[in-house]
């Protein structure tokens, strides 16, 4: 018979969706629209049909201000019968705008400390992240890549970008 015999409360290093570390990060509620399996976590969403509720995958039309934040992992989900682990359509997650998450990457990207932060919107890697195409989102790659995945910095709301497309200064952007 198995038994554990450590126990900790750490993320494990380069799990995507997983906090990279302690630093301040606020993680807002939101529900999936996307079809069950479609969304993953430590990829990119952007507003759904209500915003500030329901986020959904970027797609070509994606702004900046339309960038809701990075889906987190909470490590409460259940691996199928495969082994894999998904999020179901309509269920609650955590979305993180501000702070340091591991983040899945788009295909051969090898970022670098200090590299600027895309969003991809289009394709089979839309949600993933890179260091040019795409959407840029105010944040920062904060290390290389490991297993197709890396550590990010999320500065927050561009609300810059979200007061120059809404044409106002929308509080609920942080402007």
Request: net charge negative; proline share 5%; glycine share 16%.
């Amino acid at each position: 018979m198995a038994v554990q015999t450590s126990y900790g409360y750490a993320t494990p290093k380069g799990i995507p969706g997983g906090i990279y570390d302690l630093y301040h990060y606020p993680v807002d509620s939101r529900f999936n629209e996307e079809d069950n399996g479609k969304l993953r976590f430590g990829v990119g969403v952007v507003k759904g049909s209500i915003p500030g509720s329901n986020v959904v995958l970027p797609t070509s039309a994606s702004t900046a201000a339309d960038f809701e934040g990075v889906t987190v992992n909470g490590f409460n989900q259940q691996h199928d019968l495969e082994g894999k682990v998904s999020i179901n359509k309509n269920q609650n997650i955590g979305v993180m705008r501000h702070g340091r998450i591991w983040v899945r990457l788009a295909a051969s990207q090898t970022p670098a400390y200090g590299d600027a932060l895309h969003l991809i919107v289009s394709g089979n890697d839309a949600g993933c992240f890179a260091t040019d195409g795409g959407v840029e989102i105010a944040g920062r790659f904060i290390g290389g890549e490991s297993n197709g995945c890396a550590p990010v910095e999320l500065y927050g709301i561009d609300t810059a970008a979200a007061t120059t497309e809404s044409g106002e200064d929308n509080p609920s952007h942080g402007g």
